[in-house]
């Protein structure tokens, strides 16, 4: 039985929530009375769908339901996570926070999205503050892994441990914030630099687009894989930090900014804002800037798990949990070795997948299905590994963006040193897309020459090749050396 969610509240938050929960395989209800909610939590999900999954290598799970409740107690009834994200009125949430209560056990979790409200102001005056906590995320809350957590002073450490390992199992990043403050941590950055902006545009220092490029060709891009202080760490140097504040920790009483005043939000300044603001992005509609967003953190975020740094290995990290969940192999059929989803960046200008993408993709299947048959990081870590020495690639259909992909693999050959292996990459309608057959060589790592495969190995392929024998071979072998 999958995990049910409730979502109350179903706007730009709500609806990023929804896909959050609905696309690693939770059941979702949702409520909200706009009349228009059904169609702009379906746009929502739409583009969930191309883009997140496409941040994985391994497939996430099979997509939970989800559906529009009529009424709060619709929502929320068996649910075992509820997502409060109502406007940010206080007097509004107390209403609803404690509607939910009436109805609901106290063990569940109900988390707020607040941005603004600290657990102490959502907490007085509903019946179970200890119930509420704060849970923050970032838009698009589906690809934006960090959420700010900012538990009830009354909340048990258990209670809080149970629900920041929910938000982990959704491959999100909790950050407990050790108490709490007013707007917590991330938007308090936000308004810092947000204020400084106001300023630079009234004074007419710098327009909206101009102040967008400082951020996105510049610091933004530091900021996104290195942060704030690791960046000035190594802007200091060899000498590291202590020297980066010695050098420029005398600016900070300069007049530089002008933080500290915020101009009035007139007319004027509203209307100067807004018109810069038409010029720079108006050409394009919300879900067609919402789509270009997602494409960019997307490729961003898979470059950086590439590197195993920052939220790119948040991404690694959910992968090796979905890997542990799929099933043990069926040895007497060919091996499912790889189920995903094709990610935007594996298209080329022709809208599909390009035929350096098939190979990467086998190349993943032939990875998995040497893991499994005992060439794992232990082993290789022993001194044994396989080198590829030959592939040879029949592409037979193409495939697009969001498409979800498997392939299997069958051992045509395991005996001495050289393993054959058969790749095929199906759709998921069970259309053949193309094959691949590589020929490899069992290595020795200290010597970089061909050797036999330990014991062990050996004899697991003895027995996979055995099984592997009974099954339909090609009509052709392309590799070298005939089996």
Not at 171 to 176: S, T
Not at 346 to 372: K, P, Q, V
Not at 442 to 468: F, I, M, N, W, Y
Request: charged fraction near 25%; proline fraction near 5%.
């Amino acid at each position: 039985m999958r995990p049910v969610a409730a979502v109350i509240g179903g706007g730009v938050i709500g609806g990023g929530w929804l896909a959050r929960f609905l696309l690693n395989g939770w059941d979702v209800q949702v409520f909200d009375p706009d009349p228009e909610a059904d169609r702009k939590l379906a746009e929502v999900l739409g583009n969930a769908r191309r883009s997140l999954p496409g941040l994985y290598d391994t497939a996430l799970p099979p997509e939970g339901e989800w559906r529009l409740c009529a009424t709060v107690e619709e929502a929320v009834a068996g649910a075992s996570w509820i997502q409060e994200s109502v406007p940010e009125r206080l007097d509004l949430k107390h209403r609803v926070l404690t509607h939910i209560q009436a109805v609901i056990p106290a063990e569940v979790v109900i988390g707020s999205s607040t941005s603004g409200f600290k657990p102490s102001e959502l907490g007085a005056g509903i019946p179970r503050p200890a119930q509420v906590m704060v849970v923050h995320p970032f838009n698009p809350v589906y690809l934006l892994p960090v959420v700010e957590v900012v538990p009830h002073t009354s909340a048990t450490d258990a209670f809080v441990t149970g629900a920041m390992q929910t938000m982990r199992t959704l491959g999100m990043m909790p950050l407990r914030i050790r108490r709490e403050i007013d707007a917590h941590v991330a938007d308090r950055f936000l308004e810092a630099v947000w204020r400084e902006a106001l300023w630079l545009v009234k004074d007419d220092i710098a327009t909206t687009t101009e102040i967008d490029d400082v951020i996105r060709f510049g610091f933004g891009i530091r900021w996104a894989q290195m942060g704030l202080f690791e960046t000035y760490r190594v802007a200091g140097g060899e000498a590291g930090m202590r020297h980066f504040i010695a050098q420029f920790g005398p600016c900070l009483s300069w007049p530089w900014t002008r933080l500290t005043d915020v101009p009035e939000l007139d007319e004027a300044l509203i209307d100067k804002i807004a018109s810069q603001s038409d010029a720079q992005s108006g050409m394009h509609s919300i879900r067609e800037l919402e789509r270009i967003r997602d494409d960019n953190l997307v490729a961003m975020m898979r470059a950086l798990k590439g590197r195993d740094w920052a939220s790119g290995r948040l991404l690694r990290e959910h992968d090796q949990r979905l890997q542990s969940t799929r099933a043990q192999p069926d040895w007497s059929q060919p091996v499912e070795t790889l189920v995903r989803t094709v990610p935007i960046d594996w298209t080329d200008y022709n809208g599909h997948m390009n035929e350096a993408r098939y190979l990467e993709a086998f190349s993943g299947a032939t990875d998995r299905f040497i893991e499994l048959v005992g060439c794992d990081a232990a082993y290789i870590a022993s001194g044994g590994s396989y080198f590829t020495v030959e592939t040879h690639i029949k592409h037979l259909a193409e495939v697009h963006a969001g498409a979800r992909i498997r392939a299997t693999t069958q051992l045509l050959n395991g005996a001495g040193k050289r393993m054959h292996l058969l790749n095929r990459l199906y759709d998921a309608d069970g259309q053949l897309l193309a094959t691949a057959e590589h020929l490899l060589l069992h290595v020795s790592l200290a010597t970089r020459r061909a050797s036999l495969p330990g014991p062990a190995l050996q004899q697991k392929l003895s027995d996979v090749q055995e099984k592997h024998a009974a099954l339909p071979r090609p009509e052709r072998i392309h590799c070298g050396i005939r089996d």
